[in-house]
């Protein structure tokens, strides 16, 4: 890992509120792409996912969904619970920055899209009983659609539309297609 990534690792932990969130965005930035240093940091997001800090958590789950894709021994397939957990945390900000990252896990390989897919379809179908399940399942939808938009899978618009027909709310359901329109 070069010294700039550490740097940015380094500077989550600052007290400097600016400071993380430049940290942060840079994080993400080089996630986009492959890195070579995804299991330098791997064991410790992991333990963060668990964090009594829930912007620990939160960046946790956020940045193994981005390294997902520089993940050549598959960990995410076995780590996924871990992270899958997050976008259920008892602070709902933290939960919906997981959820919206969610997708990226679906970029590493077809095993990964599949476990993404599964577990975003039986979210989707499964959550009117959480609080904010309207948000949840707008998240799901742009997720499908992110994921859609990477790699052109016409299963997952047809996933995606399906799921949209379920929803009984048709104020809720014109939000939600309105994510498949014109794009």
Same mark, same amino acid.
């Given at each position: ?33 492959? %890195?070579? @240093? !995804?299991?330098? %940091? ?9 964090? !009594? ?49 969610? @997708? ?11 476990? %993404?897919?599964?577990?975003? %379809? ?9 609080? /904010? ?15 859609? /938009? ?26 939600? !297609? ?6």
């Amino acid at each position: 890992m070069d010294s700039t990534i550490q740097s940015s690792f380094d500077n989550l932990l600052s007290q400097d509120k600016d400071l993380q969130y430049e940290a942060y965005n840079h994080i993400l930035a080089t996630t986009q792409e492959e %890195v070579d @240093w !995804a299991y330098d %940091v791997w064991d410790q997001l992991k333990l963060d996912l668990t964090h !009594a800090d829930n912007h620990r958590r939160s960046r946790a789950a956020q940045f193994l969904c981005s390294l997902a894709k520089s993940d050549p021994e598959k960990r995410m397939l076995e780590d996924f619970p871990l992270v899958w957990e997050v976008t259920k945390d008892k602070k709902f900000v933290t939960a919906r920055h997981s959820l919206q990252s969610i @997708w990226k896990i679906g970029l590493a390989g077809n095993e990964q899209k599949e476990r %993404v897919i599964k577990s975003l %379809v039986d979210r989707f179908i499964n959550c009117v009983h959480e609080k /904010n399940y309207t948000l949840i399942r707008f998240d799901i939808i742009q997720g499908l659609r992110n994921l859609f /938009n990477e790699i052109k899978d016409n299963e997952i618009k047809k996933i995606a539309l399906d799921l949209i027909e379920k929803e009984e709310d048709s104020k809720y359901q014109k939000k939600y !297609a309105t994510v498949w329109k014109n794009k």
